[in-house]
């Protein structure tokens, strides 16, 4: 069936490709976005407003001319190390701007969420794959932010029927396959587009934030998802609310985590071109390994992930970072 869904944050880099997955397959949708850090032509279609989700006035106008069938909510600050330095801003935006955003959704009697949670979550991992059992102990206030929220979407469930599901994601990455959209975060601090700005010349270097950890080559091991993938979950998931579905929380990643070293080596392969490298100290907090186990995702809402492959991943960010930089 067809279903009208505000996205907020739908600027943004997975937000953009959210809204274009879901006018794509016949939803409607309505984009709130205050560009703070998405970008306005990022946004393929639906109806847009301009505005902050802090701001309950307009969600009330937004609402009232809507019937949502879901929110998806993606307007958060991302930069763990930010978030050290600034925990106030990421109170504010992540956690407080949410209540404003769930509480407009019980005045408008809308009931199903779906909310971009983290890996930060659990911290420092007792083991991997990481599932959804894995103790919860963030090491930041950005995973704090999230967890917080998670929790009061346990409570809102619990007292006024608001179903949510969380999605932990590991490492988003890659792009639209059609070369509409891609990753543009200012700025940016994700290694596979800085690796691939390195390749196009935007950049003069990746540095890699230590080489000595307990790892096979050193460098620290992520798990890349697809952004098509990670939006496809968010679709099943606003489905099995809609349908009527309990609320859940789920881990994101497509299970085999590769290191720095092999992002940069995949980089080179499927660019062509030399990227140089810097060693730089560690990163605080940093992990050494995080992947995750998406068992109950692929069983309970029948995920099935398209693009497990690293060079795929690679292959759609650069084609995205070649528009960006106007190289051939
Ligand atoms: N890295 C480098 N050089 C760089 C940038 C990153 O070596 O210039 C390394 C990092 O040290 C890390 C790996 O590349 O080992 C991936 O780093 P990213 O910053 O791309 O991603 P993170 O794993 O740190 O962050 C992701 C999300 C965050 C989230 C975090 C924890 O982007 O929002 O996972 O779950 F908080």
Redesign the pocket.
Known sequence: AQLEILVVGGAGYIGSHMVEMLLEQGHRVVTLDDLSNGHRDAVLGGEFVQGNVGDAALLDQVFGEHQFDGVMHFASF???GESVIHPAKYYHNNVTTTLVLLDAMRRHNVRNFIFSS???IFGEPHYTPIDEKHPEHPINP??RTKRMVEEILGDYDQAYGLKSVCLR????AGADPEGRLGERHDPE????P?VLQAASGRREA?????RDYDTPDG??I?DYIHIMDLCGAHLLALEQLVAGGESAAYNLGNGSGFS?QE?IDTAREVTGREIRVID?P??AG?PAR?VADSRLAREQLGWNPQFNDLHTIIQHAWNWERKMAGVG
């Not at 601090?189 to 596979?192: E, F, P």
């Open positions: 991302i930069q763990v983290t890996a930060a950005y995973g994601y590991f490492n988003a601090t994700h290694l596979v800085l990746i540095s890699v934030f230590g460098t620290c992520r720095v992002v730089a560690r990163r940093d995080l």
